[in-house]
C-alpha cells in the first residue's frame, strides 16, 4: 500500500482560495489516477473531484467552476487549487489513489487514502 499525505488546509475567510497538494510519503513507482474527497462533521464522505492520466476530470456540481484539480506526475503530486470558497466548503479533505497507471505498472484499481487536511471557511 501506498501512504498518501495531503497539506495546504488552513481556515480562510469566504472568498478566499487555498491549493491543496497530496503526494506519497515514501517514493513510489507508480502513477496514479487520484481523487478528492471531503467530509463535514455528521456528514457522509462525498466524492470532489478525479483526475486520470490523459488529464480528464470529473467535479461534484457543487464546486464545478471553482475547483481545480491537477497532477504533476513528474513530482508524483495532486493539487485541489480552491477558489471562491465558502462556508459550505468546510470539511476534512483527503486524496485518494483510484488505479495503477500503465504501462509502468499494472493499471489494477486500489484504495489509497491520506489522512486528510482540514479547510474552515468563515462567513
Known amino acids: 500500500a501506498v501512504q498518501l499525505e495531503e497539506s495546504g488546509g488552513g481556515s480562510v475567510q469566504a472568498g478566499e482560495s487555498l491549493r491543496l497538494s497530496c503526494a506519497p510519503a515514501?517514493?513510489?513507482?507508480?502513477?496514479?489516477?487520484m481523487s478528492w474527497y471531503r467530509q463535514s462533521p455528521g456528514k457522509e464522505r462525498e466524492f470532489v473531484a478525479s483526475?486520470?492520466?490523459?488529464?480528464?476530470?470529473i467535479y461534484a456540481d457543487s464546486v464545478k467552476g471553482r475547483f481545480a484539480i491537477s497532477q504533476d506526475n513528474k513530482k508524483n503530486t495532486l493539487y485541489l487549487h480552491m477558489t471562491n470558497l465558502r462556508p459550505d466548503d468546510t470539511a476534512m479533505y483527503y486524496c485518494?489513489?483510484?488505479?495503477?497507471?500503465?504501462?509502468?505498472?499494472?493499471?489494477?484499481?486500489?484504495?489509497?487514502w491520506g489522512h486528510g487536511t482540514q479547510v474552515t471557511v468563515s462567513s
Open positions: 515514501r517514493y513510489s513507482f507508480c502513477n496514479y489516477d
Open positions: 485518494k489513489a483510484d488505479r495503477e497507471r500503465t504501462p509502468h505498472c499494472s493499471g489494477s484499481k486500489v484504495d489509497y
Open positions: 483526475i486520470d492520466g490523459d488529464a480528464n476530470t
